[in-house]
């Protein structure tokens, strides 16, 4: 969740249009769109494990436990359950991608997702308002914003899918139900 608390000019003269409009794009139908017109580039996504790392704030590194491939499934199902992409926290690729998958080969594939979630009908931008929360999946939905003006003040929050998923159950269906989903 985003909350912008405040967005305040430096100049008086600059009261609106302070720009840091929010960017939404649903990953998995851009990733549906990807598998429909280019299966193999959607593989090799799948595939391939990829490091990544964030590094925005002094002296602080956030690394996943392990490397994750862009696209991840559940492995009964097959259903597509995260996406994980931030091109701008993407470490170097390992030194062989993965089985069969070259580094061209990756980066081509890449470069076609990137062609996908940057397609204007892709893209949900809303200009975020002081008082109003913006609640995303971010296993689903990829998030950025323009640049802006000024001083903004922004409070966070994430929910673990494990809890979120759990309340869903235990609150949407009877405790039968939710019980044999465990057995």
Not at 44 to 54: D, E, Q, R, S, Y
Not at 152 to 165: E, I, S, T
Request: proline share 7%; net charge negative.
């Amino acid at each position: 969740m985003f909350h912008l608390l405040s967005h305040t000019s430096d100049s008086p003269s600059q009261s609106t249009n302070l720009g840091g409009t929010s960017l939404l794009v649903d990953g998995f139908s851009c990733a549906a769109q990807l598998k429909a017109e280019n299966p193999a580039a959607y593989e090799i996504l799948a595939k391939t494990p990829v490091n990544w790392h964030a590094s925005g704030n002094e002296g602080i590194t956030i690394t996943p436990s392990m490397k994750f491939p862009v696209f991840n499934h559940d492995p009964t199902t097959g259903e597509l359950l995260q996406l994980r992409w931030n091109n701008d926290d993407r470490a170097s690729m390992p030194t062989h991608p993965a089985p069969g998958v070259t580094y061209d080969d990756w980066f081509e594939a890449a470069k076609l997702w990137n062609d996908i979630i940057t397609r204007t009908e892709n893209e949900y931008w809303e200009q975020l308002k002081p008082g109003r929360p913006l609640v995303f999946d971010n296993w689903r939905v990829m998030h950025a914003r323009s640049a802006f003006t000024g001083k903004r003040r922004m409070a966070g929050g994430y929910v673990n899918r494990d809890d979120y998923m759990s309340r869903y159950w235990n609150t949407n269906f009877p405790m039968e139900e939710v019980l044999s989903r465990i057995v």
